[in-house]
């Protein structure tokens, strides 16, 4: 009875839902993306933030259709980028190139461009928001608004690059601005349900472009308990070489 009034109490209340690359060139746009959802559905409504290399939602289809099940979900946004997504390059380099890639990363993020027409990775930039739309569409019910546009990283605030790093934390929204001491840029940030959603991302991350600072980043204590979980078993896949730690904030 009880869990039953929490979940009907849980679904009166409204969600959006944003999917994003993990480029650390993204992290202001998604701030304003944030500020600018709440302005439009207002300031009390829960919001979701998925990233992972290349924008691609079909790793996290299980997360939002969770959340469209438990909440009152109004509009899930995709926000993709050009100036040299990683993710792309990794779709057309086993797409055209033929370079290996693993399955896991195969099917997220490679198997929805299949029947797709492109030249270069900057075409394949340019569908990647059509391509993810389409990919929503087929699992999300028709009221809930899927809004997808590529985010152009020539017109947005970029900080100073700096030391690259990943920062891997839940869905929930954060001011990356403020909460990942990121005042000279390079945190990339894979947001996840679990890591087994973003570990193919962790493992290109690390394996291909050769991030060696892994930083996990906890709300809570029971968060941080199960977050310690994670970190066990990513020390145990990556090897040494690779620095892991933990970080509360917000
Ligand atoms: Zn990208």
């Known amino acids: 009875m009880c869990d039953l009034m929490a979940i009907q ?12 690359c993990m480029d650390w060139r993204l992290n202001f746009a998604i701030d304003g993306k944030i ?12 919001t979701y933030v998925f990233r992972n290399a290349g924008a691609g939602v079909k790793a996290f289809e299980g997360s939002i259709k969770d959340i469209a099940r438990d909440y009152n979900l109004k509009a899930l946004v995709i926000m993709p980028h050009n100036e040299g997504c990683k993710g792309m390059g990794l779709v057309f380099d086993a797409l055209k190139n033929g370079v290996p890639i693993s399955s896991d990363m195969k099917s997220q993020l490679v198997d929805p461009f299949e029947k797709h027409a ?30 997808s546009e ?45 890591l087994n959603e973003v570990y193919p991302d962790l493992n290109v991350g690390v394996n291909v472009l050769k991030m060696r600072k892994v930083i996990f980043v906890t709300s809570s204590h029971e968060e941080a308990r199960q977050v310690n979980t994670e970190i066990r078993i990513a020390r145990m ?8 730690s933990q970080v509360s904030t917000y």
């Open 150 to 194: 590529l985010v152009d990283l020539k017109r947005v605030k970029i900080p100073e690059d700096g030391e690259h790093r990943i920062f891997i934390m839940k869905p929930g929204a954060v001011k990356y601005e403020l909460s990942l001491d990121d005042k000279r840029g390079g945190a990339y940030v894979l947001q996840a349900s679990s």
């Open 35 to 46: 500020s600018e959802l709440k302005r439009e559905y207002g300031e009390n409504i829960t």
């Open 9 to 20: 109490n849980k679904k009166s209340s409204d969600a959006v839902a944003i999917v994003s």
């Open 237 to 244: 896949k990556l090897g040494n070489g690779v620095e892991l």
């Open 118 to 147: 492109f030249s270069d990775t900057g075409e394949l930039e340019r569908i990647n928001p059509k391509v993810q739309a389409e990919y929503a569409r087929g699992f999300l019910d028709s009221s809930v608004d899927i809004i």
